[in-house]
């Protein structure tokens, strides 16, 4: 089946930096790979997506990058707010989705 | 628009109870998904219906788990009997599109099994 690897675990960053959080995947089948934000105490929201058939896809602040010789996709916060802190989830799907193990992002005012 | 509703929000009970999760998914959605997150193994996939049909349970660990949907507007997970090892965060998601497209979480009911 497939397997999500995410890294870093953790990220801490000023406000107003870049954060960059990667992913890679095993199943070179997967075509669909959602990033998902989940604040404390709330159930994961999808905050941006992206298909197998382009390599890139930005959404006012948020952009996402695939490279799928690689098997590897980033998602890249810019500007950052403290509303950014979360916990986030990237996840590839195949068969079925499944997640990476998330990294919790911390914004420092 | 309401969202995915579960209940109850906090469930602490014995090990050997049953507990019984409820969901109901947003109207209109023809995929309900059930989610366990834990901090050792993130977040599994135990369930997913198409249509009211339960269409892949591997996830399930074992027979003490069981998941129903007995119409388009409820879904149960029970728990029967429950193990403190099963202690963790059960979510609830819909989506019109199956796993390629945006799943609708609700808030998730927190397990404690002492």
């Known amino acids: 089946g497939e397997n999500v690897e995410q890294h870093p675990s953790t990220l801490s960053v000023q406000e107003g930096d870049s954060a960059v959080i990667k992913c890679t995947y095993s199943?070179?089948?997967?075509?669909?790979f959602p990033w998902y934000k989940q604040e404390l105490g709330k159930g994961p929201q999808l905050i941006i997506d992206?298909?197998?058939?382009?390599g890139e896809k930005k959404d006012q602040r948020i952009a996402v990058t695939l490279n799928k010789t690689a098997k590897h996709f980033s998602l890249h916060i810019t500007e950052t707010q403290p509303e950014d802190s979360a916990v986030y989830f990237c996840a590839a799907d195949s068969e079925k989705l499944t997640f990476g193990t998330g990294t919790r992002l911390t914004i420092i005012p | 628009d309401a969202g995915v509703i579960q209940s109850p929000r906090h469930e602490v009970t014995e090990m050997g109870q049953e507990v019984t999760l409820r969901c109901k998914p947003i109207s209109g959605h023809d995929y309900l998904f059930w989610y366990r997150q834990t901090m050792m193994r993130g977040l599994e996939l135990l369930i997913y219906?198409?249509?009211?049909?339960?269409?892949?349970d591997s996830g399930m660990p074992e027979d003490r788990f069981s998941a129903k949907m007995p119409n388009a507007s409820f879904s149960t997970l029970k728990i029967q009997p429950s193990e403190p090892r099963d202690s963790a965060v059960y979510f609830c998601?819909?989506?019109?599109?199956?796993?390629?497209?945006?799943?609708?979480f609700g808030e998730g009911s927190r397990l404690t099994v002492l």
């Open positions: 998601a819909s989506s019109w599109t199956g796993t390629t497209g945006e799943l609708f």
């Open positions: 992206i298909r197998s058939n382009v």
């Open positions: 219906f198409n249509n009211n049909v339960p269409i892949d």
């Open positions: 199943d070179s089948a997967s075509n669909y």
